[in-house]
């Protein structure tokens, strides 16, 4: 039995780490929940730099839903929503002076940031060696 409990949460660490998406790489995108790493004090202070946020895709997003999407440049960008209209969302960083000038359609959000986390940024950075205790502890 601890043989499948070390084996599913090796499985689910190295899920985490092959979806966790940075500015240009996009990785499973298919899946309704995806992981990223804040490269930017534009949200602070709610989200702080290398921070990771996990994001839920939805149908729909409302205002004050901080969200992630993809710009027409292939960047990412987390923001939050702070008008709904017809063609799409205006966004803006809680640390912005000023609104993004781009409308962000809903093709373009990767989803709701639903949980954001320092100790999530700290696995990441550090993931290599998590996967050698991890799998030395499995061995053990």
């Not at 298919?30 to 490269?39: A, V």
């Not at 997003?61 to 799409?88: C, S, V, W």
């Not at 959000?109 to 320092?118: A, E, L």
Request: hydrophobic share 45%.
């Amino acid at each position: 039995m601890k043989i499948v409990q070390n084996i599913l949460i090796i499985l689910c660490l190295f899920l985490f780490f092959i979806s966790l998406k940075k500015e240009k790489s996009p990785l499973v995108s298919s899946f309704p929940i995806s992981f990223f790493q804040i490269q930017s004090g534009s949200m602070m202070p709610e989200i702080q730099e290398k921070e990771v946020v996990i994001l839920w895709r939805k149908k729909q997003y409302e205002e004050n839903d901080i969200i992630t999407y993809q710009t027409k440049t292939n960047y990412y960008i987390t923001h939050r929503i702070i008008k709904k209209e017809q063609e799409g969302y205006l966004t803006k960083g809680d640390f912005n002076s000023i609104q993004d000038q781009e409308v962000v359609t809903i093709e373009q959000i990767q989803g709701k940031v639903i949980f954001h986390s320092k100790l999530l940024a700290l696995i990441y950075t550090y993931r290599f060696y998590w996967l050698v205790i991890l799998l030395c502890l499995w061995l053990i």
